[in-house]
């Protein structure tokens, strides 16, 4: 990408990664046909429907004209491999709630130790916790872990800290087991409300309650397998695309209109932005969101910010913001709160020409100096697209190595990114 270019147009967010992931492992648990509209057509899409193909599913990937991304089709009707091959487990990560789904559909499965983004130490210990308390029997053989249950229970499960992947776990193999599951410090993101919606058309018993949302105590009452039917369901939008383009707009500047947003998800990142000093205007009944970032003598860092569960900024969003600091004039102090090693994005940068420190869980940026265009490598997903909004702001070319892991969560950011006016494209 060549830049020093402002970014001006609109663009359709896709649907949701974080979202689809764990909804399509909970078509696992439904010995019926489920239809997924809105999926996003990302390599980590693809690895989940080559994991359920492998148990026997039958899926199916369509193009949906006029709209971007997929309908995909899934018929689980005679699922019977309990064994997920290695080669798409050690890829992504959350392949690992499949062990849920798996055990609530089939009472035994064995997977090896899941892949993905290198950000830090990120156990599966809760995960697994979880699945014990339900009446799994886990054991592992080197990188292979068994679990299996003759039947699952019912359990108050109270989890240490919030965790979103322990939570979805917890859920797909609660939903029919024996009696009624309790989670205490469930984790409250959309994605978990999602999952949760889904099942329920599917004739599951879960209570989305106000008690959920505001102490995280999740209730599910288990059913019969044979209770849970197919279903049509609509992935939402994806509320980390959104930001990593609001962001871009705010460091490349410009004006930019973000269309099929989740709006009522994007509090904290519009909160940001608009402290930031860039205009956002938000349209609920257009499900619109508009930023104008033209006059960047108004940009300007705020001192603190911190990651942290849901509603708060997302972990997901701390590079991209890392990115626009970059370019904010004064300082911002990130502290990281989720992930322990979510800061591989600053060596890059800083060959870039930026100011940035980093102490433990903590970053310093210092804003405002010029980024010169540089070769760089993506080194996860989300650091990836960040470096990328660095090179939108930097003088001369940047190339991005390593362009897969953006391609994990992002179905067309050159694509995207062209159409708003960025000078960009692959190359071989």
Avoid at 329 to 348: A, H, N, P, Q, Y
Avoid at 370 to 392: P, Q, S
Wanted: aromatic share 4%; charged share 20%.
């Amino acid at each position: 990408m060549e830049g020093k270019n402002a970014l001006n147009g609109r663009i359709r967010i896709q649907g949701s990664k974080n979202a689809a992931l764990p909804i399509l492992a909970a078509c696992m648990l439904i010995p019926d046909k489920c239809v997924l509209k809105n999926c996003p057509d990302i390599t980590d899409i693809g690895y989940m429907c080559s994991l359920l193909k492998s148990t026997g599913a039958v899926v199916d990937a369509k193009p949906v004209t006029g709209q971007t991304g997929l309908c995909l089709e899934i018929d689980a009707q005679n699922v019977k491999e309990h064994r997920l091959p290695e080669k798409y487990v050690s890829a992504m990560r959350s392949s690992v709630v499949l062990m849920g789904a798996m055990l609530g559909r089939l009472g035994e499965v064995c997977v090896n130790y899941p892949g993905g983004c290198v950000i830090g130490e990120r156990p599966i210990d809760l995960h697994l916790s979880g699945l014990e308390r339900l009446g799994a029997q886990i054991w592992t053989e080197g990188n292979h872990i068994h679990a299996y249950a003759d039947e699952l229970k019912g359990a108050v499960i109270a989890f240490p800290f919030s965790s979103v992947g322990a939570t979805q776990n917890t859920i797909l193999a609660a939903v029919t087991a024996k009696g009624t599951t309790v989670i205490k410090n469930a984790a409250r993101e959309p994605e978990i409300v999602e999952l949760c919606r889904f099942l329920n058309q599917a004739g599951a018993r879960i209570e989305l309650s106000d008690t959920f949302m505001e102490q995280g105590k999740l209730v599910i009452h288990g059913v019969e397998l044979s209770r849970l039917h197919g279903v049509e369901y609509d992935i939402p939008s994806d509320r980390i695309v959104a930001g990593t383009y609001l962001f871009a707009a705010l460091a490349a500047g410009g004006e930019v209109r973000l269309e099929n947003i989740p709006i009522g998800q994007m509090d904290s990142v519009c909160g940001i932005i608009t402290r930031m000093g860039a205009a956002v205007v938000q349209c609920p009944e257009d499900k619109a969101i508009q930023v104008n970032a033209i006059d960047r003598d108004r940009i300007v860092n705020i001192p603190y910010i911190e990651t942290d569960v849901y509603p708060a900024f997302p972990t997901d969003l701390q590079s991209p913001l890392l990115a626009a600091a970059c370019m904010a004039k004064g300082r911002l102090i990130l502290k990281e709160k989720i992930f322990s090693s979510r800061f591989r994005i600053v060596e890059e940068l800083q060959r870039m020409g930026a100011d940035v420190t980093i102490d433990r869980d903590t970053a310093v940026v210092t804003g405002g100096r010029e980024l010169e265009g540089r070769n760089v490598i993506a080194r996860e997903l989300r650091g990836g697209a960040a470096l990328v909004i660095a090179g939108l702001c930097a003088s001369g070319i940047t190339t991005v190595a390593d362009c897969g892991y953006i391609c994990r969560g992002y179905q067309d950011i050159v694509g995207d990114l062209a159409g708003l006016g960025a000078r960009i494209g692959y190359v071989d």
